[in-house]
């Protein structure tokens, strides 16, 4: 599962779906500089978030997670 999502929301949800015992292992810190890699970010919207969010924020505006949990008896 991903998405842009609180984490909260995100255990959350993976708790609704049936999953147990959901913990989050690592947090990463990414910023405008990661998104570069990515083809969902073509270069003019790049550009404009380096323009209206302020440097000091630009590399901390998101947070990769990891996950582990465990498949409810009800899924298996």
């Known amino acids: ?9 995100f255990v959350d949800r993976m708790t609704k779906t049936g999953f147990c015992d959901v913990a989050v292992l ?4 990414y910023g405008i500089t990661e998104l570069e890699a990515e083809p ?10 380096r323009r209206l ?3 000091p ?3 901390r505006i998101g947070v990769r997670i990891v996950v582990t949990a465990q498949k ?3 899924l298996q």
């Open 57 to 59: 924020v630009q590399e």
């Open 26 to 29: 690592e947090r990463t810190t």
């Open 40 to 49: 969902l970010f073509p270069r003019d919207l790049l550009a404009t978030m």
């Open 72 to 74: 409810s008896s009800d």
């Open 53 to 55: 969010i302020p440097a």
């Open 1 to 9: 599962m991903a998405g842009a999502l609180t984490e909260r929301a």
